[in-house]
């Protein structure tokens, strides 16, 4: 074997054996696989595609370059939620604490802001004191007391996908089905969960910008991750604008609170309580969807998930006055309204500019290790569908100094298609995929 | 501009300006594009392709990138013939000699042997003495003074033709057509030539196997060569069994002498005079293509061609007395005959395994750097379309060592296919596709 000949197969249309892609793939972490074979190869299965086999082996093989948790010690059933990502996606929050309360143990391994998303570490560590960076033995051990953990993956968690990745990165070979697949899975796989529910985003804001990739892309997953012995099941929902009113750090995790207390945005609420039902219904601890949801209802407003989320959030170091009190989250100095120019009525957000404006004020990162700033970002104050007249505000930005928050409201206001005639605002929750 | 985005503009189909080609061919240079971005974007390339607009582009880029011959000392019509490389093609050492004593100025850059294919430097080495690394002023003065010259690729030329030639050579996009033509003609337009004659191979020990690829290629290199301001005429030529009956570099060289002073086998007689009269007639030293034959054929028959090789070999620091006593070419020890098991008609013979099977001898190279050995070789008996009789010899196996050598007369059995029912062979001339 060489990586010539396996580059060659793949670009050929051919089929790989399991043999010829491990051969890639730890040749890669062993140094007989160039950086530049590994890239070509990734553009190749881009054009080519891989077969569901092939997928399989791919995912096996990145699992298997690294650790896997030993969560023996964690009694009950183990569900993780995972997001292909979106803007203004502060859903593991809320998602995680009501799933908790319900008796479901969540080990949730997340990641950080990059490009247009956000991350849910970023958005976490907003809250002072509050820790991700936990080794896998101390997350094991949270998950055991606490009941849910979300902390950053650790370097020992499949580290052919880090090196992957950060390739796909940087030669336009992300949105990749089986790569996509691959990626998440032999994370999620190595976490020692029973089951996983994968909320898959579908808009301008996500990966798959329209229903038929999302659905492919979640049908792949769930085949995927059954094949592996992982029951799934994917939700598809729309990112056509941005989740919630929040967009940022901060900001994110004060919508977030005000949900766990019972408030906060309809469709932030809906679509956790969707995913969340889904983690009990997985963990065996509902008997049906239905008795799912009234359970992610009940504990939601029984204050049971606040509790959870207090709990979490002082386990991991976080100062738990938060909860209580989100003022005392970080606030940005420099605030600035968007008004409407014209009467009628919000037609149209894109997601992906109010991503990059956000990104932009610095809370996110357009490259790994940038530091991101908790405290920027926007509040939507007309989202998709409202009413406005001239003069009213359709956003408010949170910036550091008053000439960035000038600039980002110019660049919003291109986000914004105010016009006349109303819209009906699609349902967030679009298909649920339940697994074999 | 970055990497990044014109790496995803190819990939996803579009067209990409010459500021975007020139960004990452420059860049792979300057170290602002990584092997890794290069390795992906060729990749993508192949899957792709390119316009003739951005095939243009990126020739020119290409030529850009290092510097140009300057010819202008030398006076008479500069025209160079180039192959896409084949089994057995030592058509260089005779077509040179033969248009070169018609008044043409031969300034040819050649290559060396890699995989199953031979480099005319490493045959013309094989010549006791013979150098083929000039420096441009030397190379220029050459073919000023004998009229022809045969030297290796300068450093100085098409760079970045160098960088990512390596690169697709590793990673398995060697065979794309746009990245083929650039790579060709950035070097032949940086020899300052009139007029260009290429060789386009067609067959299973060739780029292209098929016809109608070839066709394509050749189309290709004609019509961007021509964009280009340089007059080419391509001739497909047929490589579906080795050329003429040796494989292997001192092996080779003598069958060229053979050829020089007469004899030889037919189909390398007549494509050389083929190629030599087409780059006559491009000279414009005929009226037409009948007479520029005739007057090939001529040179070829009277002697004048062997004087104008002798020449060239004493002028290159070789020992003359080769082209009168061939026997003083490197001989190899070991000498072993492949045997026919069956009576009746050599049907097909494996022209990519015989060129395997010679480079494995140690005639060719499988990385780049690799010293070759001139003396070991194949000569074949029975070319294809042969009677034989069970016991003839097909082939003569020239090695170093008798181990070497049996194991390569396994080998090579497996290369030839006798069978009954005669069969017509294919004219070495396929199709002439002449430039606007």
Same mark, same amino acid.
Do not use: W
């Given at each position: 074997?060489?990586?010539?000949?396996? &580059?060659?197969?793949?670009?050929?249309?051919?089929?790989?054996? =399991?043999?010829?892609?491990?051969?890639?793939?730890?040749?890669?972490?062993?140094?007989?696989?160039? /950086?530049?074979?590994?890239?070509?190869?990734?553009?190749? &299965?881009?054009?080519?595609?891989?077969?569901?086999?092939?997928?399989?082996?791919?995912?096996?093989?990145?699992?298997?370059?690294?650790? $896997?948790?030993?969560?023996?010690?964690?009694?009950?059933?183990?569900?993780?939620?995972?997001?292909?990502?979106?803007?203004?996606?502060?859903?593991?929050?809320?998602?995680?604490?009501?799933?908790?309360?319900?008796?479901?143990?969540?080990?949730?391994?997340?990641?950080?802001?990059?490009?247009?998303?956000?991350?849910?570490?970023?958005?976490?560590? @907003?809250?002072?004191?509050?820790?991700?960076?936990?080794?896998?033995?101390?997350?094991?051990?949270? $998950?055991?007391?606490?009941?849910?953990?979300?902390?950053?993956?650790?370097?020992?968690?499949?580290?052919?996908?880090?090196?992957?990745?950060?390739?796909? %990165?940087?030669?336009?070979?992300?949105?990749?089905?089986?790569?996509?697949?691959? @990626?998440?899975?032999? +994370?999620?796989?190595?976490?020692?969960?029973?089951?996983?529910?994968?909320?898959?985003?579908?808009?301008?804001?996500?990966?798959?910008? /329209?229903?038929?990739?999302?659905?492919?892309?979640?049908? +792949?997953?769930?085949?995927?991750?059954?094949?592996?012995?992982?029951?799934?099941?994917?939700?598809?929902?729309?990112?056509?604008?941005?989740?919630?009113?929040?967009?940022?750090?901060?900001?994110?995790?004060?919508?977030?609170?005000?949900?766990? +207390?019972?408030?906060?945005?309809? /469709?932030?609420? =809906?679509?956790?309580?969707?995913?969340?039902?889904?983690?009990?219904?997985?963990?065996?601890? @509902?008997?049906?969807?239905?008795?799912?949801?009234?359970?992610?209802?009940?504990?939601? %407003?029984?204050? @049971?998930?606040?509790?959870?989320?207090?709990?979490?959030?002082?386990?991991?170091?976080?100062?738990?006055?938060? $909860?209580? %009190?989100?003022?005392?989250?970080?606030?940005?100095?420099?605030?600035?309204?968007?008004?409407?120019?014209?009467?009628?009525?919000? =037609?149209?957000?894109?997601?992906?500019?109010?991503?990059?404006?956000?990104?932009?004020?610095?809370?996110?990162?357009?490259?790994?290790?940038?530091?991101?700033?908790?405290?920027?970002?926007?509040?939507?104050?007309?989202?998709?569908?409202?009413?406005?007249?001239?003069?009213?505000?359709?956003?408010?930005?949170?910036?550091?100094?008053?000439?960035?928050?000038?600039?980002?409201?110019?660049?919003?206001?291109?986000?914004?298609?105010?016009?006349?005639?109303?819209?009906?605002?699609?349902?967030?929750?679009?298909?649920?995929?339940?697994?074999?």
């Amino acid at each position: 074997l060489s990586p010539y000949e396996v &580059i060659r197969k793949k670009r050929s249309g051919e089929e790989l054996t =399991r043999a010829e892609i491990d051969f890639m793939v730890r040749g890669l972490l062993d140094g007989l696989v160039q /950086d530049y074979q590994m890239a070509a190869f990734l553009m190749a &299965i881009y054009f080519v595609g891989m077969t569901d086999r092939e997928t399989d082996d791919l995912t096996r093989i990145m699992l298997a370059s690294g650790e $896997v948790l030993d969560m023996s010690g964690v009694s009950g059933p183990k569900v993780d939620k995972h997001s292909t990502g979106g803007v203004g996606d502060k859903l593991s929050l809320i998602v995680a604490p009501v799933a908790a309360a319900a008796g479901v143990r969540v080990p949730m391994v997340s990641g950080r802001a990059l490009g247009h998303t956000g991350g849910t570490l970023d958005k976490l560590e @907003s809250i002072p004191g509050l820790r991700t960076d936990f080794e896998p033995d101390a997350f094991v051990e949270l $998950v055991r007391t606490v009941g849910m953990a979300i902390v950053g993956q650790s370097p020992q968690i499949a580290p052919a996908d880090r090196r992957m990745y950060a390739l796909r %990165d940087v030669t336009a070979t992300v949105e990749c089905i089986p790569l996509i697949v691959s @990626s998440i899975l032999s +994370k999620k796989l190595a976490a020692g969960l029973d089951a996983l529910v994968l909320d898959v985003k579908v808009g301008e804001g996500a990966f798959m910008e /329209d229903i038929g990739h999302a659905r492919e892309l979640a049908e +792949k997953l769930v085949s995927t991750a059954g094949h592996l012995g992982l029951p799934a099941t994917a939700v598809l929902t729309d990112m056509g604008s941005p989740l919630g009113l929040t967009v940022g750090n901060a900001l994110e995790v004060r919508e977030a609170i005000d949900v766990l +207390k019972g408030g906060g945005p309809e /469709d932030v609420r =809906r679509t956790s309580l969707m995913l969340a039902s889904r983690m009990i219904l997985m963990a065996g601890l @509902s008997a049906d969807s239905e008795s799912a949801e009234r359970e992610a209802v009940r504990l939601l %407003d029984d204050g @049971s998930a606040l509790d959870m989320f207090r709990r979490f959030v002082q386990a991991q170091g976080g100062d738990p006055t938060v $909860v209580d %009190d989100p003022r005392c989250l970080p606030r940005a100095p420099a605030q600035l309204g968007l008004k409407s120019q014209k009467t009628g009525f919000v =037609r149209d957000i894109d997601t992906l500019a109010v991503g990059l404006v956000a990104s932009g004020l610095g809370a996110g990162r357009t490259r790994v290790g940038e530091r991101v700033d908790s405290s920027v970002g926007i509040e939507i104050r007309a989202p998709l569908g409202s009413a406005v007249s001239v003069g009213d505000e359709l956003a408010v930005v949170h910036a550091c100094r008053e000439t960035d928050a000038e600039a980002a409201v110019e660049r919003l206001g291109e986000a914004f298609v105010v016009g006349e005639g109303s819209i009906s605002v699609p349902d967030r929750i679009l298909e649920i995929l339940d697994g074999a």
